[in-house]
């Protein structure tokens, strides 16, 4: 309920312009990129939004409202692209959305650290080009690279392409300034290496806004590689090709871009039989980047590797126009949000198939199993799997599946299977989205007892439970 004694203090706050209660804002900050019928069936929030949507400028105004939340038991939904899939910044329990991208300057690029201090709203393609002037870049490149936020990324420790040689989005923060629950500001020293104890801001890295807000972030900077080559692969089916990514690992050669991709035809009308009519085209796109003879050097060592375990070289073609579409998707997201004025969750939904996409971290060694049993339980369910593949690593393994009937409830149980399957075979949930809501039920069992530790931390940072309630299972 909006009482007009909060509008009027947050508006004393923030300004007229930093606070609304239009239904646009309302309706457009109602929810992150979750589509609702990725949630288990009947859990699924009904028609969520924020009583307040506000864009605070500067840090004090962050703790300061932050302290006003907790006068006022109202929760607080940090919020920065809006291109989370999980469900992170989608306000179940209403109360204020604070959108952060006005926060969003490229405070300073310390070219000879190579390192970037940027606000938490900054859009990553904005932190990229003000590296690009010192001759450096971001290691993050996710497909959302033009909307989604330093803050986002980090609270939901984002993996991009490149991901293979610079690694996560929270593996490339030195140090955070970040709005703890009871407003307090801290800073975590931002070097590359330090034995002080354990680091404040590994509690906000992958923490989704559940921990504090996130100001601002000192990220490190790499130089801008002296040489790119692209090479595309094809291998007779997943095995060889899954071997041949492994051997490069084997020999501590990570590629900068690594994906793994085999497509599946849709069932014939007699059905999807599972993993004996995997015969999917398969197809490996490498990207190697750095210096001049690294580059070389990994080149010729991988084609090597790829051809052993009978790799086929495609034209160069495709992998560039692999890599020059790699943000396409995110493209379209934008622009459906922009013209329908919605997030997806408050998007009509077409009647007919549907979709949903796991993304599991497993050991090396289970990976070829699970997905042969994956392609089993789908087959099993009922639903199809339209394709899989590897990203980055040959642990990180990806699956979507579509019901050709558009049954939420088959889709959701299927996906849950696969998911519990990851888990049972010594991987985790998830390796780049988050938790969100989308996987919040799953979070004891992906965690044990530690759960309880990290629940126990919640309540000590922030014991009126105002800091994005009711996500990641706290
Ligand atoms: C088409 C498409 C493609 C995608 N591709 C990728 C991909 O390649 N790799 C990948 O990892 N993900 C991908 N995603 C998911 C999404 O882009 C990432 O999860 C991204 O990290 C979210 O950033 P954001 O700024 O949009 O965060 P939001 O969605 O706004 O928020 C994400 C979470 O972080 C919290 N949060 C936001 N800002 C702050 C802050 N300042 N302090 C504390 N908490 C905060 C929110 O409350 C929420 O829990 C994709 C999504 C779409 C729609």
């Known amino acids: 309920m909006i009482t007009p004694h909060l509008t009027s203090q947050l508006t004393d706050l923030l300004g007229t312009d930093g606070v ?19 949630l288990a069936p009947g859990s699924a929030p009904d028609a969520p939004a924020p009583q307040w949507v506000v864009w605070p400028a500067t840090v004090d105004q962050v703790q300061r409202l932050v302290r006003l939340a907790n006068q006022t038991r109202t929760p607080l939904v940090p919020y920065g692209g809006g291109t989370g899939l999980m469900g992170g910044a989608l306000p179940v329990h209403g109360g204020i959305v604070v959108d952060l991208t006005r926060m969003a300057a490229v405070r300073r690029v310390d070219a000879e650290d190579r390192r970037v201090v940027a606000e938490a709203g900054a859009v990553l393609a904005d ?3 003000a590296l690009d002037r010192e001759g450096l870049m971001l290691g993050h490149d996710p497909w959302t690279v033009s909307v989604a936020t330093v803050g986002g990324t980090i609270s939901t420790n984002s993996l991009g392409y490149r991901g293979g040689q610079y690694g996560s989005m929270g593996e490339q923060v030195l140090g955070i300034e970040a709005v703890l629950p009871d407003g307090r500001l801290v800073s975590t020293r931002p070097v590359p290496k330090s034995s002080t104890g354990p680091a404040l801001h590994h509690l906000l890295i992958g923490g989704e806004g559940c921990f504090g807000i996130i100001t601002a972030a000192t990220l490190k900077a790499f130089p801008q590689p002296e ?10 089916d997943f095995e060889s090709g899954y071997r041949a990514v492994d051997d490069l690992f084997a020999i501590g050669l990570a590629p900068a871009l690594l994906e793994y991709g085999e497509d599946f035809a849709a069932p014939t009308p007699a059905g999807w039989t599972g993993a004996e009519d995997a015969d999917g085209s398969t197809e490996l796109f490498l990207v190697f980047e750095g210096y001049a003879e690294l580059v070389a050097a990994q080149e010729r060592r991988a084609l090597a590797v790829c051809r052993k375990r009978r790799g086929m070289s495609l034209p160069e073609s495709s992998a560039r126009a692999f890599w020059d579409h790699r943000h396409r998707v995110a ?3 934008v622009a459906q949000r922009r013209d329908t004025g919605l ?35 789908a087959a099993a369910a009922g639903v199809w799997v339209r394709d899989c593949g590897l990203w980055n690593r040959p642990e990180l393994f990806s699956l979507a599946l579509v019901d050709g009937d558009g049954d939420a409830a088959r889709l959701h149980r299927a996906a849950n299977a696969v998911i519990e399957l990851a888990q049972d075979l010594g ?10 809501l989308r996987l919040a039920h799953l979070m004891a069992r992906e965690h044990g007892e530690s759960l ?7 309540r000590t940072l922030d014991p009126a439970g105002i800091m994005n309630p009711g996500k990641m299972g706290l």
């Open 20 to 38: 609304s209660t239009a239904s646009a804002d309302i309706r457009l900050h109602a929810a992150d990129a979750l589509r609702p019928g990725r």
């Open 127 to 129: 932190v990229d080009r």
């Open 227 to 236: 040489q790119r080559r692209f090479h595309a692969i094809a291998f007779p």
């Open 331 to 333: 493209d379209r997201f």
């Open 343 to 377: 997030p997806p969750y408050l998007q009509p939904q077409e009647p007919g198939p549907i979709a949903d996409f796991v993304h599991v971290a497993l050991p090396a060694s289970r990976v070829l199993e699970y997905r042969k049993r994956c392609l089993d339980l």
């Open 427 to 436: 991987g985790a949930m998830e390796y780049c989205h988050g938790v969100g």
């Open 452 to 458: 309880e530790a990290l629940r126990a931390i919640k």
